[in-house]
């Protein structure tokens, strides 16, 4: 069964940071773009950050650009979100997603985990 499991949310103060897991199982997702989308209460899941199955470049939203940095260790099978100077704007559920490389493939996406940021 692939699963992809999100950890790392929590309550923070403006100004910290947090780093967000996604842990993959049940197929290996070295090929697949893995990107981290969220979601606050009442607005639309909403793009944060990619980095490409290959190559390992990054994409980030312009909203955390400079702030936010993805990464990922192909060997566990995980990729991370640093967070730092967090705003209370950045208060969401996020979501890890992988996409196959091929439009043949199937998309995954995470439960979520929740990210609060108080001012």
């Known amino acids: 069964q692939v699963q992809l499991v999100e950890s790392g949310g929590g309550l923070v103060q403006a100004g910290g940071s947090l780093r967000l897991s996604c842990a993959a199982s049940g197929r290996t997702f070295s090929g697949y773009s893995m990107g981290w989308f969220r979601q606050a209460p009442g607005k639309e899941r909403e793009f944060v950050a990619r980095?490409?199955?290959?190559?390992?470049?990054?994409y980030y939203a312009d909203s955390v650009k400079g702030r936010f940095t993805m990464s990922r260790d192909k060997d566990k099978n995980t990729v991370y979100l640093q967070m730092n100077s967090l705003k209370p704007e950045d208060t969401a559920v996020y979501y890890c997603k992988a996409d196959p490389p091929t439009v043949e493939g199937t998309s995954y996406w995470g439960q979520g985990t929740q990210v609060t940021v108080s001012s």
């Open positions: 980095i490409r199955g290959s190559g390992g470049i990054t």
